[in-house]
């Protein structure tokens, strides 16, 4: 039974096609998948996120230049744009392990690491 499935209590109580994704090989892959992606950004994040404490622009255009990476946007429109920044930066990195996930599936890992480490 995978993470889901688990956290459901009364997973025979649920409609049919409800139960059926939450206990099918596919969603058991995807939950692996998202294991492994999350084990790899935990290091990547926490390493962006020491990277820029206050996070300023001159911190940030640090951290890209240190993972080889070229800014896009204006990191002056404010803290959204610096938020998106990093998280962008994050993601690019994750791609490189994981090319064959989705961008929503590799962004859901650095936010929940992000979560994890309260960040």
């Not at 622009?57 to 920044?85: F, S």
């Amino acid at each position: 039974m995978g993470f889901f499935a688990s956290v459901i209590k009364d997973v025979e109580g649920l409609p049919a096609d409800i139960k059926a994704l939450l206990t099918s090989p596919k969603l058991k892959a995807a939950e692996q998948e998202v294991a492994k992606i999350i084990t790899a950004a935990a290091p990547i994040v926490k390493d962006i996120a020491v990277a820029v404490p206050n996070k300023t622009v001159q911190e940030v255009i640090a951290v890209y230049n240190k993972y080889g990476a070229t800014v896009a946007g204006d990191l002056e429109a404010g803290p959204l744009a610096i938020g998106n920044a990093l998280l962008n930066l994050a993601v690019t990195e994750l791609q490189k392990l994981f090319p064959a996930s989705t961008v929503t599936a590799i962004e859901n890992a650095v936010t929940t690491v992000l979560t994890l480490l309260k960040l």
